[in-house]
């Protein structure tokens, strides 16, 4: 019996039966139902929350909703064909929508791979040219990258429609690995290696701006407090002796205009860097501290550090999520991409192609968590979205005898 259903599923091109699977699609189908109810709750609610909440309705968090836009695709449409490919061991809809799922599929992971190329673009952009910054991210300019990153990805994965083919070893659609070569080839290492490593770079770079910009608003502030103590300590050094007196003015008058010098240097280094990191509120307060006449006193400044650290704060932790979200998707994506590359003839066990393959779910449901868990205002915006929502069930709830 075991031999004749073995033979019909060798002959069966839309087949993935497995003596070896059969326990293990278990496992795959709550896992993909599991990705498909988080991923099209989170990633809805996120889109909601832009649309509702006018905090999130900034330039940068469009690019946040075009990840979203992609990653709700792929959780709504394609999540759930694979869970029923996966629970049958075969694929039931068909030649036609088999293409038509591998194009999705890959089109959904190129605008992703694309939006986090952009988002790291503009983090880096942000800090480093921020007259750029402002003309990519005008009404005009996010509209031409959104429409690219789509048209990109179109035209990208488009040209493979005639080898788009069901692989037994994921048990789902994709484009055929001998058919399309060399240009499958070249298209991988454009999007995953080329593409995500475009990523890091910016990312590095960022870090090493923030550092830089970091230690030179340190020097600053340094500078200012010498500035305070060094002319009071001098003239409390002087005794009723003329000459000695007129040598500690002198000194003194010489220190202080180099304070003033290295003042004027670590201010403008703060000005230029600093700045941009910030988002002006370290800039007003470098530039309070530089104009006025009379230096501030200290409860000023003090006063005027924490808005600065604030947003610098703020800065910091907005580009640790978007890293967080890149590190996830490398997570996910590398280990399948590995062992397709290592395993050339197929020789593997089907149970680890599948459980490699059923990782990469993982990325299209796990960033509305990120942003939930690293970004304040996505928390709270969520809250009011749940709390509104079930408000109708508490009201049923209180008006029950």
């Not at 946040?64 to 449409?77: F, G, H, K, M, S």
Request: net charge positive; with cysteine; proline share 4%.
């Amino acid at each position: 019996m075991l031999m004749n259903h073995t033979n019909q599923t060798e002959d069966d091109p839309f087949s993935c039966y497995s003596p070896s699977v059969v326990g293990y699609r278990y496992f795959a189908v709550l896992w993909g139902c599991a990705v498909t109810i988080t991923g099209t709750f989170g990633n809805l609610m996120t889109i909601l929350a832009f649309v509702l909440d006018s905090r999130l309705r900034t330039r940068f968090n469009v690019l946040i909703i075009n990840l979203a836009v992609a990653d709700l695709l792929y959780c709504t449409i394609l999540q759930p064909i694979s869970v029923d490919s996966y629970l049958h061991l075969r694929w039931r809809s068909g030649p036609l929508w088999c293409r038509i799922f591998g194009l999705l599929l890959f089109l959904s992971n190129s605008v992703s791979i694309i939006t986090l190329c952009l988002i790291a673009l503009s983090r880096y952009l942000l800090v480093a040219k921020r007259a750029i910054f402002d003309r990519l991210s005008s009404n005009l300019g996010l509209s031409l990258l959104l429409l690219s990153a789509w048209g990109l990805g179109l035209a990208s994965f488009g040209p493979l429609w005639s080898v788009y083919v069901f692989v037994p070893q994921v048990c789902t659609c994709s484009f055929h690995r001998t058919r399309g070569r060399p240009y499958t080839t070249i298209l991988l290492f454009f999007y995953f290696i080329f593409g995500l490593g475009f990523v890091g770079v910016f990312y590095l770079l960022i870090y090493r701006r923030v550092r830089i910009a970091s230690k030179a608003l340190l020097r600053y502030r340094f500078s200012r407090r010498s500035s305070r103590k060094k002319p009071a300590s001098s003239l409390q050094g002087t005794d009723d002796s003329r000459v000695e007196s007129g040598t500690v003015n002198t000194c003194s008058t010489e220190l202080s205009s180099q304070t003033e010098q290295a003042e004027t240097k670590d201010e403008i280094t703060c000005r230029k860097t600093f700045t941009k990191a910030s988002e002006s509120a370290a800039a007003k307060h470098c530039t309070s501290n530089t104009v006025s006449a009379t230096p501030a006193p200290p409860t000023t400044a003090s006063s005027s550090n924490p808005a600065s650290s604030g947003d610098d704060g703020e800065f910091k932790r907005v580009t640790h999520m978007c890293f967080t979200v890149f590190l996830c998707f490398v997570l996910c994506f590398v280990p399948f991409l590995l062992l397709n590359i290592a395993d050339k003839h197929n020789r593997a066990p089907q149970v680890l192609h599948m459980f490699c393959a059923n990782l990469t779910w993982l990325n299209s449901c796990i960033n509305p968590i990120l942003y939930a868990v690293m970004n304040r205002q996505f928390r709270q915006a969520y809250h009011m979205l749940l709390t509104r929502a079930s408000a109708p069930f508490m009201y049923l709830c209180v008006k029950k005898p």
